[in-house]
């Protein structure tokens, strides 16, 4: 007979689950831990999850699921295939590498204005990065502690982007300020996207910011730095 899941429970697991990893990291992170946040007996979470390795799964997978989530069709969920994790990852940053403003501006040899150009991208950005901010905030907190996990994390996603970036900033030299290092520029945009976008949510001493507010004045801030001043 199947086992009764009350309404919300694994909504409510991955949750709390994505909010200690986060806390904690994947090594630090103990069952007992999760059930202690979620105020459940230890045993009891052994219904849902077999393991640890099952719950990170389950939670790399879902962290950003909006919508209701039906529990998966077997229980408890079983501990995966070593790499398995790893191999989602990559399928979702392979997925996940669509940015059509900023391709869309690297096909065009010229622009008609640069600042309005620049400024679709930093949105576009700033729009992946909040939706997919749980997500990425989990990621980039356990990698360290999967090695794999890290160099998939840092080489082919942090790095793909940060390379589109420079060559944008190469591209559109003429008409952005001139910095001793394109690269280190294009960094620093990147790193106060997701400072923005992805950790201040996690800040320890977390200042209430109006969501559209932070977003305006991020753009804004960097299309300032960069863009040359015009004069009639």
């Not at 079983?78 to 979702?92: F, H, N, Q």
């Not at 942090?158 to 944008?168: I, P």
């Not at 790193?191 to 991020?218: C, F, G, I, K, N």
Request: charged share 25%.
């Amino acid at each position: 007979m199947p086992r009764a899941i009350p309404d919300r429970r694994f909504e409510d697991l991955v949750a709390t689950a994505t909010e200690v990893f986060i806390a904690q990291g994947y090594r630090r992170t103990q069952m007992a831990d999760v059930a202690a946040a979620m105020r459940l007996a230890k045993g009891t979470l052994y219904l849902y999850v077999e393991s640890k390795e099952a719950l990170f799964d389950l939670v790399v997978r879902n962290a950003d699921r909006e919508g209701p989530m039906a529990p998966p069709p077997v229980l408890p969920v079983p501990t995966p295939r070593p790499g398995a994790t790893v191999e989602y990852v990559a399928g979702a940053l392979a997925e996940g590498r669509s940015f059509p403003v900023l391709e869309g501006a690297l096909g065009r040899r010229r622009s008609d204005g640069v600042r309005k150009e620049l400024e679709g991208i930093l949105r576009e950005l700033y729009g992946i990065l909040a939706r997919r901010r749980r997500g990425l905030k989990l990621i980039d907190r356990c990698a360290p502690d999967h090695p794999d996990l890290a160099a998939l994390w840092f080489q082919g996603g942090r790095e793909y982007l940060l390379e589109m970036l420079v060559q944008y900033l190469q591209r559109r030299e003429p008409h952005l300020r001139s910095f001793p290092n394109q690269r280190i520029a294009a960094r620093i945009v990147l790193e106060t996207l997701v400072l923005w976008a992805v950790h201040r949510h996690w800040d320890p001493a977390p200042q209430p910011v109006d969501e559209q507010a932070a977003e305006e004045t991020v753009v804004q801030f960097i299309l300032d730095a960069l863009v040359r001043e015009t004069h009639p």
